[in-house]
Nanobody, 119 residues
Framework: QVQLVESGGGLVQPGGSLRLSCVAP????????MAWYRQAPGKQRELVAS???????KYADPVKDRFTISRDNDKKTAFLQMNSLKPDDTAVYYC?????????????WGQGTQVTVSS
């Protein structure tokens, strides 16, 4: 079963930066919507950012102007650049590949990578 592979998480001080990567090893990567979710302890999983196959992006209000989502279709990789990190950004971050509507293709998830923002 295909699984997305995230990397780049870790411990960072407030105001610092991290770049998450998500390798998606399946051939139709370029037609999928790629997204990053996060789940903090005791909270529900929430959408952080998404990018369509055409490159249109959306961000959750708490991360606007601080996070940037991007993708490299040749490398089948999605990225999340996180700047000006805050303690409230502490969570497990998950990569998601969302199949086109009515395509019958499966969706994929990664196992998650821990991001901790603390001094």
């Amino acid at each position: 079963q295909v699984q997305l592979v995230e990397s780049g998480g870790g411990l960072v001080q407030p105001g610092g930066s991290l770049r998450l990567s998500c390798v998606a090893p399946f051939s139709l990567f370029h037609i999928y919507i790629m997204a990053w979710y996060r789940q903090a302890p005791g909270k529900q999983r929430e959408l952080v950012a998404s990018i369509t196959a055409e490159g249109r992006v959306k961000y959750a209000d708490p991360v606007k102007d601080r996070f940037t989502i991007s993708r490299d279709n040749d490398k089948k990789t999605a990225f999340l650049q996180m700047n000006s990190l805050k303690p409230d950004d502490t969570a497990v971050y998950y990569c998601n590949a969302d199949s086109p509507p009515f395509s019958g293709l499966p969706d994929y998830w990664g196992q998650g990578t821990q991001v901790t923002v603390s001094s």
